[in-house]
């Protein structure tokens, strides 16, 4: 049975007055304890208001517990609180230095690699970034600028492809970039998507300094790059991409939590659109 609004709506509604079991909500909804549990991990994907935990998981005292999860939290600490200010007041990749998180995170869950580059390579390696996209199985949501990445090839297959084959496993995408006159033609191609699979791919316009993508609930991947020429001669020998990942439950959640603070408040990108082509 397929989720509707009225359901989408009581399930958000109960949760967030306090933290529910399964049980609870299905009692609430009158569903079953499997159609309830494919319910709350749909109104997790549709809107990030709720989220879940399963205590003593693989066990027959197994709990699942379903809280709301709304931006109050996104800043808990001084912290978070100084990173997220930071993220929000940037407009570009300059303006925020994802060591700035990393650094904070315990070495066991967190890596990094680096890499030269020129502007015409694609992420080579251990960074690339097909075979990431593919490990998704319910959400991926991304952080871009003017989303050149979907024009990448990567042993002779392309990333725009990957995205519809993904899309085509019900994954659904959220991207927040910059949506402007130079970003137009990348959107275009991502605008036949969203219109061939309505519903798993929304594109919002937002300014922002971050650029990466958190696969799940258990992988993110950002990327910073570094220039030589914005450094005097012989400091930097060459153009080099440091890829931060990250497999902390903790922090994967907290950057989800921005993500979706900054995506409600974002613009909808065919209304972006529409104004610009009133212009130009």
Same mark, same amino acid.
């Given at each position: 049975?397929?989720?509707?609004? %009225?359901?989408?709506?009581?399930?958000?509604?109960?949760?967030?007055?306090?933290?529910?079991?399964? &049980?609870?909500?299905?009692?609430?909804?009158?569903?079953?304890?499997?159609? =309830? +549990?494919?319910?709350?991990?749909?109104?997790?994907?549709?809107? *990030?208001?709720? %989220?879940?935990?399963?205590?003593?998981?693989?066990?027959?005292?197994?709990?699942?517990?379903?809280?709301?999860?709304?931006?109050?939290?996104?800043?808990?600490?001084?912290?978070?609180?100084?990173?997220?200010?930071?993220?929000?007041?940037?407009?570009?990749?300059?303006?925020? +230095?994802?060591? +700035?998180?990393?650094?904070?995170? %315990?070495?066991?869950?967190?890596?990094?690699?680096?890499?030269?580059? =020129?502007?015409? %390579?694609?992420?080579?390696?251990?960074?690339?970034?097909?075979?990431?996209?593919?490990?998704?199985?319910?959400?991926?949501?991304?952080?871009? *600028?003017?989303?050149?990445?979907?024009?990448?090839?990567?042993?002779?297959?392309?990333?725009?492809?990957?995205?519809?084959?993904?899309?085509?496993?019900?994954?659904?995408?959220?991207? /927040?970039?910059?949506?402007?006159?130079?970003?137009?033609?990348?959107?275009?191609? /991502? &605008?036949?998507?969203? &219109?061939?699979?309505?519903?798993?791919?929304?594109?919002?316009?937002?300014?922002?300094?971050?650029?990466?993508?958190?696969?799940?609930?258990?992988?993110?991947?950002?990327?910073?790059?570094?220039?030589?020429?914005?450094?005097?001669?012989?400091?930097?020998?060459? +153009?080099?991409?440091?890829?931060?990942?990250?497999?902390?439950?903790?922090?994967?959640?907290?950057?989800?939590?921005?993500?979706?603070?900054?995506?409600?408040?974002?613009?909808?990108?065919?209304?972006?659109?529409?104004?610009?082509?009133?212009?130009?």
């Amino acid at each position: 049975m397929a989720l509707n609004e %009225d359901d989408k709506k009581a399930i958000v509604s109960y949760v967030k007055k306090g933290p529910r079991t399964i &049980q609870e909500i299905s009692k609430l909804i009158k569903r079953s304890w499997v159609t =309830t +549990d494919s319910y709350v991990k749909q109104v997790k994907e549709i809107t *990030g208001l709720i %989220d879940c935990r399963t205590f003593r998981a693989g066990s027959k005292a197994a709990l699942k517990i379903v809280f709301y999860n709304y931006s109050d939290s996104v800043a808990s600490d001084d912290l978070r609180e100084s990173l997220y200010s930071q993220i929000r007041s940037g407009r570009n990749k300059k303006d925020f +230095d994802f060591m +700035d998180i990393f650094q904070s995170i %315990d070495n066991k869950k967190k890596k990094a690699f680096t890499e030269y580059y =020129t502007n015409e %390579d694609a992420f080579s390696g251990k960074h690339r970034l097909i075979p990431l996209l593919r490990q998704a199985e319910s959400n991926i949501y991304c952080f871009s *600028g003017n989303v050149s990445f979907i024009n990448l090839k990567e042993n002779n297959e392309k990333v725009i492809d990957v995205i519809e084959e993904t899309l085509k496993r019900k994954v659904h995408i959220k991207l /927040l970039c910059r949506i402007n006159i130079a970003s137009i033609a990348n959107i275009s191609k /991502l &605008q036949a998507l969203a &219109q061939k699979y309505q519903g798993f791919i929304e594109i919002k316009h937002c300014y922002h300094p971050l650029r990466g993508f958190i696969i799940d609930d258990k992988i993110a991947r950002f990327k910073h790059e570094e220039k030589a020429e914005d450094y005097k001669h012989g400091e930097l020998e060459k +153009d080099t991409r440091i890829f931060y990942e990250i497999y902390d439950q903790e922090w994967i959640a907290w950057l989800q939590k921005v993500f979706w603070n900054m995506f409600r408040t974002s613009t909808d990108y065919e209304r972006r659109l529409k104004e610009i082509k009133r212009i130009f």
